[in-house]
């Protein structure tokens, strides 16, 4: 049974960093595209970044650029999200999303598997 399972969220100042974590079981993550959303409230789902393991390609939101860092462990089957100089407006729930394929975007529909999610709260 596929799974995704996000940690490491919480409450972090404005400039401060976190790192999120999703464990992935089930399947190979060099067999799937993985990605990052967020959803803040009142706000739709946005991509964040996403990553292509078995091509050590990635991308992110242009929101995020320069200070989020998507990145794979295929020896843990692990993907994590470094952030760095957060913002109040990175607020939200965070989610990894997986489906099959290698070609990594951040449009959501192409996603078929999510976790249950990890609240990030950027405040002072």
């Known amino acids: 049974q596929l799974q995704l399972v996000e940690s490491g969220g919480g409450l972090v100042h404005p400039g401060g960093s976190l790192t999120l974590s999703c464990l992935a079981s089930g399947f190979t993550l060099n067999d799937y595209k993985i990605a990052w959303f967020r959803q803040a409230p009142g706000k739709e789902r946005e991509g964040v970044a996403c990553?292509?393991?078995?091509?050590?390609?990635?991308d992110y939101a242009d929101s995020v650029k320069g200070r989020f860092t998507i990145s794979s462990d295929n020896a843990k089957n692990t993907v994590y999200l470094q952030m760095h100089s957060l913002k109040t407006e990175d607020t939200a729930v965070y989610y990894c999303?997986?489906?099959?394929?290698?070609?990594?975007?951040?449009?959501?529909?192409?996603?078929?598997?999510w976790g249950q999610g990890t609240q990030v709260t950027v405040s002072s």
């Open positions: 990553i292509s393991p078995s091509l050590s390609i990635t």
């Open positions: 999303a997986a489906s099959r394929g290698r070609i990594a975007t951040m449009i959501a529909p192409l996603y078929d598997y």
